[in-house]
């Protein structure tokens, strides 16, 4: 079964808006990752949160991490066009990447 | 830099056909991946090698698959006899080495096979 179960499934926004996508996991992890891919390619690493960390960025990337709640939410400001993705969140499990369902998010110019 | 290279980049074949497909890792990387997307089950990790030997195989799905890595710079995944239900992209990833929870390296993908057993 996978870890990582993300909300929302689909996200459509405007251009210049924030996106805020969130993942759930059930166990205890060494650190938390979070991945794009882009229609008809491969996963792209993003960004990534150890497990005694409670937020980092990157650029337009804001990720924060909560292990007492199990939860991670990744946050894209002033999204473009070119954001538009799949983004899945993935634990380490014992070196095993095991992702999530994904959030579809869709940016319209 | 090359990244990771998978062949073929689609793959249509008859139920009960042998299907073969390849991953070059990026130079160096010390971990390859082989993972599995399908809308009903996502993205499944099958079997990962280190140092060219399969470390972790319990993802795959059953005996008709196999996957080797003969040498550093090429890997196979194998699938005798084919079956619809086999459907699916297929991944392929390598990263550097790392200690778990430590000095962490990401996944590199390639843009991964898509498989169609009809």
């Known amino acids: 079964s996978q870890q990582g179960e993300e909300d929302p499934q689909a996200l459509s926004i405007q251009e210049g808006e924030n996106a805020t996508m969130n993942c759930s996991y059930k166990?205890?992890?060494?650190?938390l990752q979070w991945y794009r891919q882009n229609s008809g390619r491969g996963l792209v690493h993003l960004i990534l949160?150890?497990?005694?960390?409670r937020e980092k960025h990157s650029g337009r990337l804001r990720v924060t991490l909560d292990t007492s709640k199990k939860s991670s939410s990744l946050l894209i400001t002033a999204s473009r066009a070119a954001d538009t993705a799949s983004y899945f969140c993935?634990?380490?499990?014992?070196?095993?990447?095991?992702f999530g369902q994904g959030t579809e998010l869709s940016v319209k110019p | 830099d090359a990244g990771v290279i998978q062949s073929p980049r689609h793959e249509v074949t008859e139920m009960g056909q042998e299907v073969t497909l390849r991953c070059k890792p990026i130079?160096?990387?010390?971990?390859l991946f082989w993972y599995r997307q399908t809308m009903m089950r996502g993205l499944e990790l099958l079997i990962y090698?280190?140092?060219?030997?399969?470390?972790?195989d319990s993802g795959m799905p059953e005996d008709r698959f196999s996957a080797k890595m003969p040498n550093a710079s090429f890997s196979t995944l194998k699938i005798q006899p084919s079956e619809p239900r086999d459907s699916a992209v297929y991944f392929c990833?390598?990263?550097?080495?790392?200690?778990?929870?430590?000095?962490?390296?990401?996944?590199?993908f390639g843009d991964g096979t898509r498989l169609s057993i009809l």
């Open positions: 166990t205890s992890i060494n650190n």
């Open positions: 993935a634990t380490d499990q014992g070196g095993k990447l095991i």
């Open positions: 990833a390598s990263s550097l080495w790392y200690t778990a929870g430590a000095n962490y390296q990401p996944q590199h």
């Open positions: 130079s160096g990387h010390d971990y």
């Open positions: 090698f280190n140092n060219n030997v399969p470390i972790d």
């Open positions: 949160i150890r497990s005694n960390e």
